[in-house]
């Protein structure tokens, strides 16, 4: 094998909770992403616009906008999947989260595991 890990490519996290986004970033660099979080909604969209992200985790309980609302203007900009981690864990929250647009839905607490396998199923490594 030359040189080190292959990238996957950017994972854009929009989360508001330092701790939460930094486990994020911690578990997705080991993965093999270059992670950028943002921890507002607002911040998000417009990281997703420059950043071309491969992966985007995105928090529903945003201090600014709504995830939902988020989730549906990310979907204006991108095709990246959208992996929808946060603490609302009602069968609707998860059927409206699909609507707008997540590719995935996780439900806080989560475990590191489980959100290593996730990604992989939404962002394969490439050889």
């Given at each position: 094998?030359?040189?080190?890990?292959?990238?996957?490519?950017?994972?854009?996290?929009?989360?508001?909770?330092?701790?939460?986004?930094?486990?994020?970033?911690?578990?997705?660099?080991?993965?093999?992403?270059?992670?950028?979080?943002?921890?507002?909604?607002?911040?998000?969209?417009?990281?997703?616009?420059?950043?071309?992200?491969?992966?985007?985790?995105?928090?529903?309980?945003?201090?600014?906008?709504?995830?939902?609302?988020?989730?549906h203007g990310l979907r204006q900009m991108t095709v990246a999947p959208i992996l929808m981690l946060t603490a609302r864990a009602r069968l609707s929250d998860e059927m409206d989260g699909l609507?707008?647009?997540?590719?995935?839905?996780?439900?806080?607490?989560?475990?590191?595991?489980?959100?290593?396998?996730?990604?992989?199923?939404?962002?394969?490594?490439?050889?």
């Open positions: 094998m030359l040189g080190g890990p292959v990238s996957r490519g950017i994972c854009l996290v929009i989360e508001d909770d330092e701790d939460i986004a930094g486990l994020i970033s911690f578990v997705l660099s080991k993965g093999g992403f270059e992670v950028h979080v943002a921890g507002t909604g607002a911040e998000g969209l417009e990281a997703a616009a420059v950043l071309n992200p491969a992966l985007i985790t995105l928090d529903l309980g945003l201090p600014d906008i709504d995830g939902l609302d988020v989730a609507s707008a647009g997540a590719s995935a839905y996780l439900v806080k607490p989560f475990r590191p595991s489980e959100l290593t396998i996730l990604a992989d199923r939404l962002c394969p490594a490439r050889l």
